[in-house]
C-alpha cells in the first residue's frame, strides 16, 4: 500500500499544517505502508496555460516543470492526503496550481480506487470551505474522500487524536477496498457528465477518448 502526503505549505516541516498532517500518516503507519511526501515549495509548479495537450495527449504538456513528477506520484499512490493552510478559505496557489494540471484525472476519473483525505490549519479554525472544497476535487476525479481534519493553530491533543484516528480510517478504506454508497453516486453521476463531453470532444480530445473507449465506458459498438 502506498500513501502520498502532498504538502504546500510554504514553512515545510515547521508549519502547523504540515505537523498535523504527519499524525495523520502516523495513523498509517503499518507495515505494508510505503509513505512518501511531496512539498509543494521545494517545486516548481507554473500555471495551467489551457492549451489541451494533455487531453489529446495523455499527461502531455508543453510546460516543463515539475508537475508531471507530482501527478505520477499521484496515480502511483492508493491514498493521498492533500495538506494545505487556509488562505482565504480555500486552498493555497501553488496547491491550486498543481490541481488546475490535472484536469486529465477529472476527464478520465484517473483517482477511480483511490482514497483521498484533506488537512488544514488556520489561524480561525474555520476551515469547512477547503476540507469541502478537497472532498470536491476527490469526487470530481473519482477518489473517495476518506475525511478531513481541521484546526486552528496551535494545533491542539484533541485534533491530533483526530487526525491520528483519520490516518487510520484512510488505512482501513483502502484496506478493505470501502464503498460509500452516497459518494460512489456522486463519481457515477460524474463520469455521465464527462462522458458526453468526451463524444462532442472526441475527435480534438483524441487519447482521452480512446481511453473512454478501452475503459468500456462509452457503450459504443465496434465502428462507431
Not at 137 to 147: D, L
Amino acid at each position: 500500500m502506498k500513501i502520498l502526503l502532498i504538502s504546500s505549505s510554504p514553512r515545510k516541516e515547521k508549519s502547523q499544517t504540515f505537523y498535523l498532517a504527519k499524525q495523520v500518516l502516523k495513523g498509517c503507519g503499518k507495515k505494508d505502508v510505503k509513505q512518501d511526501i511531496i512539498h509543494l515549495c521545494d517545486l516548481k509548479i507554473k500555471f495551467c496555460r489551457h492549451c489541451e495537450a494533455c487531453h489529446k495527449k495523455i499527461l502531455a504538456c508543453p510546460i516543463k516543470d515539475d508537475v508531471r513528477y507530482c501527478l505520477e506520484k499521484v496515480l502511483d499512490a492508493d491514498g493521498i492526503i492533500l495538506a494545505t493552510p487556509n488562505y482565504i478559505n480555500h486552498i493555497t496557489g501553488s496547491m491550486k496550481a498543481l490541481l488546475d494540471r490535472s484536469s486529465h484525472f477529472i476527464h478520465c476519473k484517473r483517482l477511480l480506487g483511490k482514497y483521498i483525505a484533506g488537512v488544514v490549519s488556520s489561524g480561525s479554525g474555520q476551515d469547512e470551505d477547503v476540507t469541502n472544497y478537497i472532498k470536491y476535487y476527490a469526487h470530481t476525479c473519482g477518489a473517495q474522500y476518506s475525511g478531513g481534519v481541521s484546526c486552528g493553530v496551535p494545533v491542539n491533543k484533541e485534533t491530533i487524536q483526530k487526525a491520528v484516528l483519520l490516518g487510520q480510517k484512510l488505512y482501513s478504506d483502502i484496506k478493505i477496498k470501502r464503498k460509500y454508497t452516497a459518494q460512489i453516486r456522486i463519481i457515477e453521476n460524474g463520469k455521465k457528465h464527462f462522458g458526453n463531453i468526451i463524444l462532442r470532444r472526441k475527435n480534438h480530445w483524441t487519447e482521452e477518448y480512446l481511453y473512454w473507449q478501452l475503459k468500456g465506458w462509452l457503450g459504443l459498438t465496434k465502428g462507431e
